[in-house]
């Protein structure tokens, strides 16, 4: 290769437009540090939202053995229900809740459904048993499960399952998308 020649009317032209030039002495750069720390967020505890929040609108019937139970949330089609019945919406979870305690029970069903509204669950399964062992043949699991679920913010509807999925001794519960998840429940219904 060679080297164009440039020529003196290039060159002047050149250090006409740059200017004055200052060498460059070192080939290091030094770097202040920052005065301010760098900021650190500050700890926010977890908001504890009481996820029963919704209002029973009557008193609720006190239910028994062989009862069957429906609800569906305000707003919503009644044929949400009926295909809540059928399975339509697919098990995604399920939860056995026999033999506890109602206090028990109440603590491991809000953790429960939590769980499956973070993790996107439509439709989940919950047995609480027909109360063949409670006193009075009443229920009681069953009827505070039903008050519960009626409070919930986050379920929609709830059924008893058909006899081959626990009869009246279960529930089927369709619960809202969580907002994460980016769509509306009338956009699904």
Not at 4 to 24: C, E, N, W, Y
Request: proline residues 7%; charged residues 25%.
């Amino acid at each position: 290769m060679t080297k164009k020649p440039t020529l003196s009317d290039d060159s002047a032209l050149f250090r006409s437009s740059v200017g004055q030039v200052r060498p460059i002495n070192t080939n290091t750069v030094v770097l202040k540090p920052d005065k301010k720390p760098r900021p650190v967020p500050t700890f926010k505890p977890l908001e504890q939202v009481d996820p029963l929040q919704n209002a029973v609108a009557s008193e609720l019937e006190t239910l028994f053995q062989e009862d069957k139970v429906g609800f569906i949330a305000p707003g919503l089609q009644k044929n949400v229900l009926k295909k809540l019945r059928k399975g339509y919406y697919g098990l995604d979870a399920t939860i056995d809740l026999h033999g506890l305690t109602s206090r028990e029970a109440q603590q491991q069903l809000l953790r429960f459904l939590h769980f499956c509204v973070e993790d996107g669950s439509r439709c989940v399964q919950i047995i609480h048993g027909k109360g063949y062992n409670s006193p009075d043949n009443q229920p009681v699991l069953k009827n505070d499960i039903n008050l519960w679920l009626r409070q919930h913010q986050d379920v929609l509807a709830f059924c008893s399952t058909p006899p081959k999925a626990g009869g009246t001794g279960a529930l089927y519960v369709l619960l809202k998308l969580s907002d994460k998840f980016g769509l509306t429940d009338e956009e699904l219904a």
